[in-house]
């Protein structure tokens, strides 16, 4: 089981990034995924989840409206779009996958070390 993230990057204050989470060893659907970012010096905080088969989303009350969570069950892959970025959200994105069951807005009580994959971070940086 393995998740792979990328799309991280450098941008302007304003702009836009999308990040690609690619998932293997997984039956799709089976699964949760999560968006967590830590910036220096601040702990991980869940950004944005979808649950098993994308029926609910969640989103921290700081991306609301800016940053979508979507998922390709066929490809194994789960997105974050981010537009509108602030130089608050720069940080090391993360993503995360669960087995658990439950909707989006239960699976944001689950501590970010209760979540049972990770993928290796990706840093955005967000330019004023």
């Known amino acids: 089981v393995q998740l792979q993230a990328s799309g991280g990057g450098l941008v302007q204050a304003g702009g836009s990034l999308r990040l690609s989470c690619a998932a293997s060893?997984?039956?799709?659907?089976?699964?949760?995924s999560g968006w967590f970012r830590q910036a220096p010096g601040r702990e991980r905080e869940g950004v944005a989840i979808?649950?098993?088969?994308?029926?609910?989303?969640y989103y921290a009350d700081s991306v609301k409206g800016r940053f979508t969570i979507s998922g390709d069950a066929v490809r194994g892959v789960v997105y974050l779009q981010m537009n509108s970025l602030k130089p608050e959200d720069t940080a090391v994105y993360y993503c995360?996958?669960?087995?658990?069951?439950?909707?989006?807005?239960?699976?944001?009580?689950?501590?970010?070390?209760?979540?049972?994959?990770w993928g290796q971070g990706t840093l955005v940086t967000v330019s004023s």
């Open positions: 995360a996958a669960t087995k658990r069951l439950g909707d989006a807005q239960t699976l944001a009580t689950v501590a970010p070390d209760e979540w049972d994959y």
């Open positions: 060893g997984f039956g799709s659907g089976y699964y949760a």
């Open positions: 979808i649950s098993r088969r994308g029926g609910t989303q």
